[in-house]
C-alpha cells in the first residue's frame, strides 16, 4: 500500500491545517509514493524504535511526536535525531507524525484521555477561532439540490453532530452575457432575469480549494456569482484541550488514584485540594498549563495534563485542582488512536504497536 493512503486516512481525522504554526507535522522521512506493506506505531521516535521497526519489518513508523522539530542543517548522526534519519533512509524507512492537528481534533488525542477517564458529555475546551469560512452563491432553483449536494459531498455544512447544513432563499438574479459569452440560460446581448435560490454554508477554512472547485463544477452558469467570508466564530470541533463530566462525582483524592491508575503514572503532582467533591474534569495531553485559565472559566474541578511548572500551581488559587500526571502518561494512548483509525479503515494493511517504552524521564521511588 502506498504510503498516501495511509496519510489520507490520518488527515480526514486529523488535517494538516490544524497543526500549530511551530510544530512540523506530516511525511518526515520518505516519499508519499512508496509502497510499505507494516507500519509500526509510536508516540516518540527513538533508535530504540527504529531497531523495532527493523527487527519486525516494519517500514513505516507513525508516531505522534515529530522526529524532526527544527531544521537540520547537516545530518552526520551527532545526536539522536539525525542517527534516526540516517538508520530510517539506510533501511527504507518511512517516518511521519501527527502532532498538534491531532491534540486538537474530536477523535484524537485529548479524546482518548476522555475515555480513558469515562468522561460524558465532552467538547473542546478552547475552541479555535478563525478556521470558518462562509460560502454565498446564487443557483438557478432546478439546479439548487444538485449545486447543494456537490458542496457537502467536500466537507462544507458540518456544524457540531450535524452535517449538510446550509440556508436558501429564493430572489431573481439578472445578467446580460456579451458576445463572447455562452449563457446557460437567456439571449446573449439581452437582459436576463432568472428566478435563482441564494444558498449559503460554512466549512473550514483548509478546504476551500476543494469547496470553489466542487461549486464550479456542479453549477451550470458559465460564470458562477458566489462570495466567501471570513467568520469569527470559534470552531466548536477543533481547538485546544477537552472538558467533560464523570458520571458521578468523585471525592478530590479518590479521583486522583483513579487518574493516577488509569494512566500508570508514578506520581501525581497536584494543587492544594479544596475538600470537595470533583466532577467536571479539563484535560490537555502533553504540556497543558496554558489552559490553566480557561479550565477555570469553563469551571472545571480539575485539569488533567502535564509539564506544570513551580510557579504555575499557584494560578489554581483554589479554583481548580492542577493535576500533572505527566507528559509521556497523558499522551501515551495516542498510540491507540492511530491503531483503531487505521485498523478500521485499512483492514488489509498490517498496523502494530510498538512495545518500546520511550519515556525520557524515569522515578526513583
Known sequence: MKIAEIIKQIELLAPPAFQESYDNAGLLVGNSQQEVNQALITLDVTEAVLDEAIQNKSDLIIAHHPLIFSGLKNINGKNEVERCVIKAIQNNIAIYAAHTNLDSVHGGVNSKICEKLGLINCRVLAPASEQLRKLVTFVPNDHLENVQQAIFDVGAGHIGNYDSCGYSS????????????????????????????????????????????????????????????????????????????????????????????????????????????????????????????????????????????????????????????????????????????????????????????????????
Open 170 to 365: 429564493q430572489g431573481k438574479g439578472s445578467f446580460r452575457g456579451n458576445e463572447n459569452s455562452k449563457p446557460f440560460v437567456g439571449t446573449k446581448g439581452e437582459i436576463h432575469y432568472e428566478a435563482e435560490s441564494r444558498f449559503e454554508t460554512i466549512f473550514p477554512k483548509y478546504i476551500q480549494g476543494s469547496i470553489i472547485s466542487a461549486l464550479l463544477k456542479a453549477h451550470p452558469y458559465e460564470e458562477v456569482a458566489y462570495d466567501i467570508y471570513p467568520l469569527e466564530n470559534k470552531n466548536p470541533m477543533v481547538g485546544m484541550g477537552m472538558i467533560g463530566e464523570l458520571a458521578e462525582a468523585m471525592d478530590e483524592k479518590e479521583f486522583l488514584h483513579f487518574a493516577k491508575n488509569s494512566f500508570h503514572a508514578k506520581v501525581v503532582r497536584h494543587s492544594p485540594l479544596r475538600s470537595q467533591k470533583v466532577k467536571k474534569i479539563a484535560v490537555c495531553g502533553g504540556s497543558g498549563s496554558f489552559l490553566i485559565r480557561q479550565a477555570i472559566s469553563a469551571n472545571a474541578d480539575v485539569l488533567i495534563t502535564g509539564d506544570i511548572k513551580y510557579h504555575q500551581f499557584f494560578e489554581a488559587e483554589s479554583k481548580i485542582v492542577i493535576a500533572d500526571i505527566g507528559h509521556f502518561e497523558s499522551e501515551q494512548f495516542t498510540k491507540e488512536v492511530f491503531y483503531e483509525l487505521l485498523t478500521k479503515n485499512l483492514r488489509k494493511f498490517a498496523v502494530r504497536l510498538s512495545e518500546v517504552n520511550t519515556n525520557p524521564v524515569n522515578y526513583l521511588v
